[in-house]
């Protein structure tokens, strides 16, 4: 059993940075991967960025890469994902996912993943 937290959300403006936490409890926090979804109004939940266990293996959307970093701190059970050059189609809820004993192939189709946390609204004005 993982419970995901996530934090960080805001209004910011086009060009800005911005960075989320996702805060987690369970025993299995270790063992799981954990992934960065957005979903914006009328669109399906979309993969962000994910971090295997260890923190030394990241994969990202192409839509994200080199603007987004994704990093884990498994002594705080805490997920980050650093936003940076933010972009009004950036703007979504932002959901942390974990798949304990999964993969990170897996992490990345929303329908594989076994826990999400409630979100966190992010949003970019031009």
């Known amino acids: 059993q993982v419970q995901l937290v996530e934090s960080g959300g805001g209004l910011v403006q086009a060009g800005d940075s911005l960075r989320l936490s996702c805060a987690a409890s369970?025993?299995?926090?270790?063992?799981?991967?954990v992934g960065w979804f957005r979903q914006a109004p009328g669109k399906e939940r979309e993969f962000v960025a994910v971090?295997?266990?260890?923190?030394?293996?990241?994969f990202y959307a192409d839509s994200v890469k080199d603007r987004f970093t994704i990093s884990r701190d498994n002594d705080k059970s805490t997920v980050y994902l650093q936003m940076s050059s933010l972009k009004p189609e950036d703007t979504a809820i932002y959901y942390c996912?974990?798949?304990?004993?999964?993969?990170?192939?897996?992490?990345?189709?929303?329908?594989?993943?076994?826990?999400w946390g409630q979100g966190t609204q992010v949003t970019v004005s031009s």
């Open positions: 971090i295997g266990r260890s923190g030394t293996s990241t």
């Open positions: 369970g025993r299995t926090f270790s063992s799981s991967p």
């Open positions: 996912a974990a798949k304990p004993f999964g993969t990170t192939q897996a992490m990345r189709v929303a329908s594989r993943i076994d826990y």
